[in-house]
């Protein structure tokens, strides 16, 4: 059976949303930055990027810019850190809270970045391979940018890997493919990092696994958006017909305490030679 690939991810078009659905996406990036879980998986892209004082680094998808001003302070004293995001509304929230002048923004485009070949010393890229029609060229961008001997960090999910327990098996199913997987690109992004990275010329390369995990469907919501009742009925991430009969089956097993959702995401790394 042929996957029908949506032509735009939803964090494709966020300049296009009005502001109300801006803002909640917005939010839902820095309850995520929040997230004890979340918090795993960056310090796990952290150890594999490897940051050090005086360097230059690139956050390409940065959204609201919480981790390029993370790393501004690992780069103290004397380097730089620089935060690129397609969306111009993302960019003036993220330029709006820098409040370090080792970090600045600007929108960009991963296929297509506005540097000279090996400006940086480090290159990271979370969650936005997933979003992308070529991946590939994507990943040979962010080498291009990256200078001999710099490291190359990319994150993103495996939402093939999502799982749950306590919920109908028969809804669930209908849901992954209704909801999640046929709105990504590329929903085994995050197995596949570790071979484009080799296939992109990169050594030393590593990855590794972080499984997170839920029992509360609000602590799910951070990552997983099947579980973001804030996101309104008629936006249509859930189909029409299985939104009742989920958000009763989500709160029977919760009130029962035996939800438990669960997904994999993927970091992995490797030198430009």
Do not use: K
């Not at 005086?54 to 956050?59: A, E, V």
């Not at 992954?176 to 085994?188: D, F, I, N, S």
Request: glycine share 8%; aromatic share 6%; charged share 25%.
């Amino acid at each position: 059976m042929t996957r029908e690939v949506p032509e735009r991810t939803p964090f494709a078009t966020i300049d296009d949303m009005p502001p109300p659905m801006q803002a909640m996406i917005f939010d839902a990036l820095e309850r995520m930055a929040a997230d004890p879980q979340m918090r795993r998986v960056r310090a796990a892209a952290q150890r594999a990027l490897d940051p050090r004082p005086g360097q230059r680094l690139l956050d390409a998808g940065c959204g609201v810019g919480e981790v390029a001003r993370d790393l501004a302070a690992a780069v103290a004293p004397g380097g730089q850190v620089v935060g690129v995001d397609a969306s111009a509304a993302a960019i003036a929230v993220a330029t709006g809270r820098a409040g370090d002048a080792r970090v600045t923004y600007a929108v960009g485009d991963l296929l297509s970045l506005d540097f000279e070949d090996q400006t940086f010393d480090g290159v990271r890229a979370e969650r936005v391979l997933q979003h992308m029609g070529e991946p590939d060229a994507g990943v040979a961008e962010l080498v291009r940018v990256t200078r001999a001997g710099g490291r190359v960090c990319l994150v993103d999910t495996d939402w093939l890997s999502l799982a749950s327990d306590g919920l109908p098996d028969d809804l669930v199913s209908r849901m992954w493919q209704g909801a999640m997987v046929a709105r990504q690109h590329q929903p085994t992004m995050g197995r596949t990092l570790r071979r484009r990275l080799v296939r992109a010329g990169l050594v030393d390369v590593v990855c590794e696994p972080v499984p997170l995990w839920f029992t509360d469907p609000d602590d799910a919501s951070t990552v997983i958006p099947l579980f973001n009742r804030s996101i309104p009925r008629e936006a249509g991430f859930i189909p029409e017909e299985l939104w009742d009969p989920w958000w009763a089956a989500v709160d029977r097993a919760a009130d029962a305490g035996e939800l438990l959702a669960v997904v994999t995401i993927w970091v992995a790394a490797g030198v430009r030679p």
